[in-house]
């Protein structure tokens, strides 16, 4: 069955770390890879998308990789600040036609001073 | 521009009864999704609409839940009758034509008693 799995443990780091999540898949040939984040009673908010053909994709403090062979997506998030404390949501969509994402659970990050 | 527009933000009604949500998605976006997201779980796509067009309904319990999108703007996600379990956070998007970002709201946080 196809599955999305991300650490459903919250990650606490400290201030000015840097913060690594993880996103595994099985089932899934992903056309591309999309990571929200996630406030609490908040609706998600997209931050960075990566495609099948690309391995690294950058935007100011934020890097995502994506590796298909080990079916995984690595989100980090360098210099990390207390405002970056949320829940980070992957989500895939094998269409290739933004027509249909699936979200994995969420990993919840807390930066603290 | 402005956001995705939902309400009601809160909804506690008893079990059996029906409950209607009500969504306006930001000006130019044709394409619209209901979400059904519950407590440590990611969204999960209900109905995607394309204009006034249902386009993939699979995920809908059809047999409680109707949605309907008329004239291609605003959306309403009916519920009748609610149960427990359909107690969760339902969450409305919209995404450009040809864009695979996104835009969510605030959710409509349901209690079923």
């Known amino acids: 069955s196809q599955k999305i799995e991300q650490n459903s443990e919250a990650l606490n780091i400290q201030e000015g770390k840097t913060a690594t999540l993880t996103c595994n898949y099985t089932n899934y040939s992903p056309a591309y890879l999309q990571w929200y984040r996630q406030d609490p009673g908040r609706g998600p908010v997209f931050l960075l998308l990566?495609?099948?053909?690309?391995k690294e994709k950058r935007k100011e403090r934020l890097k995502v990789t994506f590796d298909t062979t080990l079916k995984q997506s690595l989100f980090h998030i360098t210099a990390s600040q207390p405002a970056d404390s949320a829940t980070y949501l992957c989500?895939?969509?094998?269409?290739?036609?933004?027509?249909?994402?699936?979200f994995g659970t969420g990993t919840r990050l807390q930066v603290t001073l | 521009e402005a956001g995705v527009v939902q309400s009601p933000r809160y909804k506690i009604i008893e079990k059996k009864q029906p409950v209607a949500f009500w969504c306006n998605p930001i000006?130019?976006?044709?394409?619209l999704y209901w979400y059904r997201q519950n407590l440590g779980q990611g969204p999960e796509l209900l109905i995607r609409?394309?204009?006034?067009?249902?386009?993939?309904d699979s995920q809908l319990p059809k047999d409680r839940f109707s949605a309907e999108r008329l004239k291609g703007v605003d959306s309403t996600l009916k519920i009748q009758p609610a149960e427990l379990g359909d107690s969760a956070v339902y969450l409305c998007?919209?995404?450009?034509?040809?864009?695979?970002?996104?835009?969510f709201g605030p959710g409509t946080r349901l209690t079923v008693t």
């Open positions: 989500a895939l969509d094998d269409t290739g036609t933004a027509s249909k994402l699936t």
């Open positions: 000006s130019g976006h044709n394409t």
């Open positions: 998007a919209s995404s450009r034509p040809d864009n695979y970002e996104q835009y």
């Open positions: 609409y394309e204009n006034e067009e249902a386009v993939d």
């Open positions: 990566i495609r099948e053909n690309e």
